[in-house]
């Protein structure tokens, strides 16, 4: 009889690699598919795909209100104690939350549609009509009833430090997608010869074929490990209900409570932006390319740097909670700085690099722009701050210091606002590019909510960030040198930023150099081995340093 082989629990190093290199993947693709798409579907195609898209995201963030993320973490706490009954309470009443939840937004999004595509058409006219974009949203509104389930699973899965599968199944979700959009769009259009409308609308419905592939991976997975993941054992008694259920909003709404700080900050960010630009005498055009720069197009890009964070946190939030669970703080501060020097080495470099590249970068993905490429070389290092901004929100939360959180996150929004005018009028005057000064207002906002939790952290639980400190002093060096290595040859590799190819060529072989360099002199200080937890590092049996 053949045996079942086990589900693989992830240490938080590889947890950390695994769904970082899952998240990269899947941005990625998410990038290089719209290439082909936009082309297929053109300008009015790709607009109407945004409408129905962004709108579905709104509501999807909605639906889903932060609960994987509190199952993940009260997955781990239980399963830290052993107490079977409240884990499959909580998988058991998650389950029934979130169906609750994405159902009424489904309803919602689908019955709504023609009202929100008024708001956000207007009258306006030579375009898409509102019945397009009604249409449209009403087809990507059945994604609400299987992502949000979907998130669930992923959330019960991390929470049981099993990263491999959840990651796997953001891979399979993203591929199925994105092929379901490109075969089912140019199938429409160039073979039935569809309406565009039509087109557009069986690519939105690539949202609920991916999910519900990734979904039938994921039931498949955990029926099969079912006996393993406790999800056989039978709970009929009820009195925990009600504190589960209690728990479960006690942890969510931090975490809905931070997305509509952001998303209205950045809604206000964008106004100032886009209104301080136009007192100061810059045309319609430049205002309107600067502010969706920042908002999307640089975003995008940011996202490569961001998914180093949202790896870590996956794997971050189930170890902290196991730690301050079993009350080992000593191992809480190992995590806390494990996850900090992460960053460092990796966020780093890279942001560096994406700065000194940003001309051939933007080239790649938009076509040579020097506005977009000043935007960019910039707005890169919100991503940096960002990341250490994120993982001590993901810190706090994990030892519910919820008052903390809220606090911080005012206090770095409210100075961002309050510097975003000042600053930008101030680089004006310096006669350098106004959007700057928004762009120093968010790292300082950003900077000083970190700060703020790191201190907390300190204060209340004696948490040490010397080694960190340490790390940091040691990868000054290699990073300098990275920088004059990638700015050497700047000036050595001839490229032509009106050529993709030029530009790949260019940013592959620079890349590859520069960070062949900065890893072996961090293997050469031993930092890249401390931070590892290894001796050695391997690709597959070839030992690399």
Known sequence: MKKTKHLHKSSFIEGTFLATIAIVITKILGMVYVIPFYHLIGERGSALYAYAYNIYVIFLSIGTAGIPTAISKMIKEYSTLNNLKAKKKTYELGIKLIMSLSFITFLLLFFFAKPIAFLILGNLKGGNTIDDVAFVIKIVSFALLIIPFLSINRGFLQGHNIIKESSFSQIIEQLVRILFILIGSYLALKVFHLSLTNAVAIAVFGAFIGGLSAQIYLHCKM????????????????????????????????????????????????????????????????????????????????????????????????????????????????????????????????????????????????????????????????ALFYNFNSISFTILQSLDKFKTVYLSTLIGYLTNALLDIPLMLLCYKLKIMPFYGALISSIIGLSLSTILALIKLKKDHHLKYKETVNILKKIIIPTIIMTLVVVLLKLIIPYNLTSKMSCIIYVLVTSIIGSAIYLYLLAKNQVLFKVLGKKKLTLGKVNLF
């Open 223 to 382: 029926k099969k490990h079912q006996k393993e993941l406790n999800l056989d054992y039978q709970v009929k008694d009820n009195s925990l209900n009600k504190t589960i259920i209690k728990k479960i909003i006690k942890y969510a709404i931090p975490f809905i409570i931070i997305d509509i700080v952001i998303s209205v900050y950045n809604f206000i960010d964008m106004v100032f932006i886009s209104r301080v630009m136009t007192f100061l005498g810059y045309s319609g055009a430049t205002t309107e390319f600067v502010t969706t720069s920042i908002a999307t197009w640089a975003n995008k890009i940011n996202m490569i740097v961001n998914s180093l964070a949202i790896g870590l946190t996956v794997s971050l939030i189930p170890n902290i909670v196991e730690a301050f669970t079993l009350n080992k703080w000593h191992l809480v501060e190992q995590r806390v700085n494990k996850a900090l020097q992460l960053l460092l080495i990796t966020s780093l470099p890279m942001v560096i690099g994406i700065s000194l590249l940003s001309d051939a970068i933007w080239s790649i993905f938009y076509g040579y722009n020097e506005l977009g490429t000043k935007v960019l070389s910039i707005e890169i290092f919100t």
